[in-house]
């Protein structure tokens, strides 16, 4: 019973456009969601979050947007970069779960220079 | 602040020996959690502790593996007797808790041990 999924195990993108990382849940109670990066031989590493009180959190180059009604949340990479290469992994959260996160499979970033 | 600690970085042992994985969260965090990451599975998490306690172990696969955290600045992670599935990428991570912080629920990891059961 996967309740957050990422569908696109990888995904390739020219430097300089956008990327779209994707990833949905079914727990409807899930209220905080993250976004993870993680380069090879190293652990992830928080990237950005947004909580289910809004619909849209930016930092510089990456942006996450969140549709309650399609439980479906994105993540916008613009400009992407070759340093953007990595695995990106969608967490939720909900009150009362006692911080655990929950991950999705991940999806592999390419950015081709 | 250094991060996460864990040690060894990579850990390479024979079936049936005993494995003790440690890790140092990050000072004042509430929350420490254990993970596996294996191809198969993706990120799993093995069991989690708020202040010292367990809170949740069901993700602890068999009664080989044992979580302990004796202080706040200080777990292990011990698999007696090791077998070769449990090969895989095992990480800590921890979180600063707090009801209603922002932020709250955002877990920092550290590097991971790799470990090698032949």
Redesign the interface.
């Known amino acids: 019973d996967q309740q957050v999924k990422q569908n696109s195990p990888s995904l390739s993108v020219q430097e300089g456009r956008i990327s779209i990382l994707n990833c949905d849940y079914t727990n409807s109670m899930f209220d ?1 969601f ?1 976004w ?1 990066k993680k380069y090879p ?6 990237l950005i ?1 947004i909580s289910s009180i809004k619909d849209k959190n930016e930092d510089g180059r990456f942006t996450v947007f969140l549709n309650k009604s399609a439980k479906h949340l994105s993540l916008h990479i613009v400009p992407s970069q070759p340093g953007d290469s990595a695995v990106y ?1 969608c967490a939720a ?1 909900y009150s009362n779960a ?4 929950t ?4 999806t592999r970033l390419m950015v081709k220079p | 602040d250094a991060g996460v600690i864990q040690s060894p970085r990579h850990e390479v042992t024979e079936m049936g020996q005993e494995v003790t994985l440690r890790c140092k969260p990050i000072s004042g965090h509430d929350y420490l959690f254990w993970y596996r990451q294996t191809m198969m599975r993706g990120l799993e998490l093995l069991i989690y502790f708020n202040n010292n306690v367990p809170i949740d172990d069901s993700g602890m696969p068999e009664d080989r593996f044992s979580a302990k955290m004796p202080n706040a600045s200080f777990s292990t992670l011990k698999i007696q007797p090791s077998e070769p599935r449990d090969s895989a990428v095992y990480f800590c991570a921890s979180s600063p808790g707090g009801q209603g912080a922002p932020g709250q629920e955002t877990q920092y990891f550290g590097p991971g041990t790799r470990l090698l059961v032949l």
Do not use: D, R, V
Request: aromatic letters at 24%; hydrophobic letters at 35%; charged letters at 5%.
């Open positions: 905080y993250l993870y031989a190293e652990g992830p590493t928080f979050s992994f959260s006692g911080n655990m996160l991950f999705g499979g991940g």
